[in-house]
């Protein structure tokens, strides 16, 4: 069960953040789920410290956003695995730390940083894979607006070298400028670029979902999230065939959107009768 946060620990937490040269947060879709996204925009602007975010919560802000650096992950951002390897602070809120966010090999993810732990979760705090450093059993809905309301006291405390640096590694690593696209012979269809043509035609106001197999590391590379957009995919245990029964939900539930979902042939083979139903 969840405690809530002494003040004291509030405020020393955000001293540490305010101490820490190379701060990072890793946010996951817990943030969303406990409705807390308008608290923490506000402590992130606030502090102005760099976000990493889980592919599950790749739609909590938008791509171009000066604080936003992408996923870290075995099949994710360069630019967020760089700040994740080279940051001094992490704090994770939201997030479990899936293996898909910090990678195989546990003991290798960021190594020289001090990692903060913050989930209700008790059992999930005592999975130890990554060697965090400190654990809080705080409610999300308890301890976020309370350090988002008091972070004005530490406003812009992250050194402006760390965002430039995080957010020129955004750029210079764009997924759009590895080799493997650039190269690409003019007449063959690379789904990178498809995915990047796709950003440019929508209008900002749809939700993106994918299905498992390419769509769901490819997407997650390129796809670049826009004005209000959702992005919504299977998670981790990446079921074929999600998208398409899950997209009819979805266009059900909230008609003022499109809803555009991008499925390989193999997941759509796996229950095509929805098509026929």
Same mark, same amino acid.
């Given at each position: 069960?969840?405690e809530p946060?002494a003040?004291?620990e509030?405020?020393? *937490?955000l001293?540490r953040i @305010?101490? #820490?040269? =190379?701060?990072v947060?890793l946010?996951?879709?817990?943030? %969303?789920?406990?409705?807390?996204?308008?608290?923490?925009l506000?402590?992130?602007?606030?502090?102005?410290?760099p976000?990493?975010?889980?592919?599950?919560?790749?739609d909590l802000?938008?791509?171009?956003h000066?604080?936003?650096?992408g996923h870290p992950?075995p099949?994710?951002?360069?630019?967020?695995n760089f700040?994740?390897?080279t940051?001094?602070?992490i704090?994770?809120m939201?997030c479990s730390?899936?293996?898909q966010?910090?990678?195989?090999e546990?003991?290798?993810f960021?190594?020289?940083a001090?990692?903060i732990?913050i989930?209700?979760?008790r059992p999930?705090l005592q999975?130890?894979k990554v060697?965090?450093?400190?654990k809080?059993?705080?409610d999300i809905?308890?301890? *976020?607006?309370?350090?988002a @309301?008091? #972070?004005? =006291?530490?406003?812009n405390?992250?050194p402006?070298?760390? %965002?430039e640096v995080?957010q020129r590694w955004?750029?210079?690593?764009n997924?759009?400028?590895d080799?493997?696209i650039l190269g690409?012979?003019?007449?063959h269809?690379?789904?990178?670029?498809?995915?990047?043509?796709?950003?440019?035609?929508l209008?900002?106001?749809?939700t993106i979902m994918?299905?498992?197999?390419?769509?769901h590391?490819?997407?997650?590379?390129?796809?670049?999230?826009?004005?209000t957009?959702r992005?919504?995919?299977?998670?981790?245990?990446a079921?074929m065939g999600?998208a398409l029964?899950?997209?009819?939900?979805?266009?059900a539930?909230?008609s003022?959107?499109?809803?555009?979902?991008v499925?390989?042939d193999?997941?759509?083979?796996t229950?095509?009768?929805? *098509?026929?139903t």
């Amino acid at each position: 069960s969840a405690e809530p946060a002494a003040e004291a620990e509030i405020f020393a *937490l955000l001293e540490r953040i @305010a101490q #820490a040269r =190379r701060p990072v947060i890793l946010a996951g879709h817990g943030v %969303r789920c406990a409705s807390q996204v308008a608290p923490f925009l506000q402590l992130v602007e606030s502090l102005q410290i760099p976000v990493l975010t889980s592919l599950m919560a790749k739609d909590l802000m938008p791509f171009d956003h000066p604080l936003w650096v992408g996923h870290p992950g075995p099949r994710a951002h360069r630019a967020a695995n760089f700040a994740t390897q080279t940051a001094d602070l992490i704090v994770t809120m939201g997030c479990s730390l899936h293996v898909q966010t910090v990678g195989y090999e546990g003991d290798m993810f960021a190594p020289h940083a001090e990692k903060i732990q913050i989930d209700m979760e008790r059992p999930l705090l005592q999975r130890e894979k990554v060697g965090v450093s400190r654990k809080y059993a705080w409610d999300i809905h308890d301890y *976020l607006p309370r350090l988002a @309301a008091a #972070a004005s =006291r530490h406003a812009n405390c992250v050194p402006a070298a760390w %965002r430039e640096v995080c957010q020129r590694w955004k750029r210079e690593y764009n997924i759009m400028k590895d080799p493997h696209i650039l190269g690409e012979p003019a007449d063959h269809i690379n789904l990178y670029e498809f995915v990047d043509l796709l950003c440019d035609a929508l209008s900002g106001n749809e939700t993106i979902m994918t299905d498992a197999g390419q769509p769901h590391p490819i997407l997650g590379q390129a796809f670049r999230i826009k004005g209000t957009q959702r992005y919504l995919n299977p998670g981790s245990f990446a079921e074929m065939g999600w998208a398409l029964p899950a997209s009819f939900g979805v266009a059900a539930a909230d008609s003022s959107k499109n809803v555009v979902a991008v499925i390989g042939d193999g997941s759509l083979q796996t229950n095509i009768q929805e *098509l026929q139903t």
